[in-house]
T-cell receptor, first 115, second 112 residues
Framework: DAGVIQSPRHEVTEMGQEVTLRCKPI?????LFWYRQTMMRGLELLIY????????DSGMPEDRFSAKMPNASFSTLKIQPSEPRDSAVYFC?????????????FGNGTRLTVT | DAKTTQPPSMDCAEGRAANLPCNHS???????VYWYRQIHSQGPQYIIH???NNETNEMASLIITEDRKSSTLILPHATLRDTAVYYC?????????????FGPGTSLSVIP
């Protein structure tokens, strides 16, 4: 079991550029979560998917943020255009559902710096 | 908003048991209690979870009160590597609902 795989590990970009973060969930998991972590706001839930369908995106901060899950083994979080305040660590997590009786497994995150 | 409250920080002497409390007074009958920890900027790591009964695994023990309004995570013999932020969350997953919200957690410092 390779765990949840996120890429890239680090991303440095300039304000205004498009940024795409990638996540490969654990095989067989049908729930996927995107989180953002900053010192000021802690771990924030951005969006979550069930069976590749977005269930709740109320945590997505602005229209500049979008997330997709084209299939069960891949998800992307895109920021266009990026701004310095988007600098944070972005985590992806996956889980089975089982009524909540299944832990989330987190990736190692992508550290995004927007200059 | 998180449905749990935890003390912001705690200290524990190395080798002693660390008892981390969590209040979840509004928990509903089908919500599980989960504990995670986060070391530095790594992804949160699952520790243990339970519904009603106390649970134990190789990492920790989880004690849930009978009314389920609070719980305690016990690290039986804390080491320096247990220094981390510990998160207590509640979770239920229905057919169209599976929101998992993290609060600020408890920053545990294990002291030599």
């Amino acid at each position: 079991d390779a765990g949840v795989i996120q890429s890239p590990r680090h991303e440095v970009t300039e304000m205004g550029q498009e940024v795409t973060l990638r996540c490969k969930p654990i095989s067989g998991h049908n729930s996927l979560f995107w989180y953002r972590q900053t010192m000021m706001r802690g771990l924030e839930l951005l969006i979550y998917f069930n069976n590749n369908v977005p269930i709740d995106d109320s945590g997505m901060p602005e229209d500049r943020f979008s997330a997709k899950m084209p299939n069960a083994s891949f998800s992307t979080l895109k920021i266009q255009p990026s701004e310095p305040r988007d600098s944070a660590v972005y985590f992806c997590a996956s889980s089975t559902r089982q009524g909540g009786n299944s832990p989330l497994h987190f990736g190692n995150g992508t550290r995004l710096t927007v200059t | 908003d998180a449905k749990t409250t935890q003390p912001p920080s705690m200290d524990c002497a190395e080798g002693r048991a660390a008892n981390l409390p969590c209040n979840h007074s509004t928990i509903s009958g089908n919500e599980y209690v989960y504990w995670y920890r986060q070391i530095h900027s790594q992804g949160p790591q699952y520790i243990i979870h339970g519904l009603k009964n106390n649970e134990t695994n190789e990492m920790a023990s989880l004690i849930i009160t009978e009314d389920r309004k609070s719980s305690t995570l016990i690290l039986p013999h804390a080491t320096l590597r247990d220094t981390a932020v510990y998160y207590c969350i509640v979770r239920v997953a229905g057919t169209s609902y599976d929101k998992v919200i993290f609060g600020p957690g408890t920053s545990l410092s294990v002291i030599p």
